[in-house]
């Protein structure tokens, strides 16, 4: 079994001592089982990964000391996702999946469709956290406060990319707006990754799509890509998972050794 990873805020540097935070000593203690003399592996987006030894176990917390360097540290793309919430078991599975698809910043924003319970930035940013340990990344996603779309479209860098998954067509009157004015295929909206910028984001609406006012704003703005992710009408969940998928492999590290 591997050595079990854990994120940690201090400074890694050989030799040093590290204090467990009650809820990383817990999970270390009861939940690994690790006792005095086992090892695990320390690391931080600064710092990158060390190799740590259990030396204090009781019932206050546990603490090591860093024994050797493991590995640098690895930045995650500048990838940033921006999603309408939902009931909350979709809503911890966006924020999971995400995090372990190497998305950056997380941002919960309200579109004029989005019914949700209230979003708790305390239980989104432990999942985060835990997916990062579990998944070889160095850092987890930044959680931030949920906010209405046009603010947090307000200032936007216009450098930033900004893909907007819209199944819909232009037609009011026609189901899910007709067949007219949809967007590409999203492998065809984002080619061959040649020319992928820098700074990427994805925006994914609610359960029932965009409003045609929503629809109109965000596909007048320069720095917005709509697409498509197919002929099916995908859960919220579902779409994030499948077009942060395609953004990876396209645009993403998927394709960078």
């Known amino acids: 079994m591997a050595e079990p990873r854990l994120l940690i805020e201090q400074e890694l540097k050989a030799g040093a001592a590290i204090a ?6 817990r999970h270390a203690g009861t939940v690994l089982r690790l006792n005095v003399g086992d090892t695990l592996r320390l690391f ?4 990158g990964e060390w190799r740590a030894r259990i030396v204090e176990k009781s019932k206050r917390g546990m603490a090591a000391t860093i024994a050797e360097f493991i590995r640098p540290a690895r930045a995650a793309p500048d990838l940033d996702l921006l999603f309408a919430p939902v009931k909350r078991h979709a809503t911890d ?17 309200t579109t004029q469709r989005t019914i949700a ?6 239980r989104l940013s432990a999942i985060a956290r835990e997916a990062a340990q579990q998944t070889e990344r160095f850092d987890a996603p930044e959680i931030h406060e949920a906010q209405s779309l046009p603010r947090a479209l307000d200032g936007w860098d216009a ?10 067509g232009d037609d ?5 707006g007709g067949e007219t004015g949809r967007a590409l295929p999203i492998a065809e909206a984002l080619g061959d990754g040649s020319e992928a910028p820098l700074a990427l984001a994805l925006l994914i609406g609610p359960e ?7 629809r109109r ?17 995908l859960r919220a969940e579902t779409a994030v998972i499948a077009a942060l998928s395609v953004i990876q492999a396209l645009w993403g590290d998927w394709g960078r050794a």
Do not use: C, H
């Open 217 to 233: 704003m965000l596909r007048s703005l320069p720095y917005v890509v709509p697409v498509s992710l197919g002929p099916r009408i």
């Open 44 to 47: 931080n987006a600064n710092d």
């Open 20 to 25: 467990l935070d009650e809820a990383q000593a």
């Open 117 to 122: 319970e209230t979003v708790r930035l305390d």
């Open 159 to 168: 450098a930033r990319r900004l893909i907007y998954a819209d199944e819909a």
């Open 172 to 176: 009011p009157n026609a189901p899910w």
């Open 93 to 109: 599975l966006i924020v999971e999946k995400a995090a372990e698809l190497g998305v950056r910043r997380i941002f919960p924003v």
């Open 208 to 214: 029932g799509g965009f409003t045609m006012e929503e």
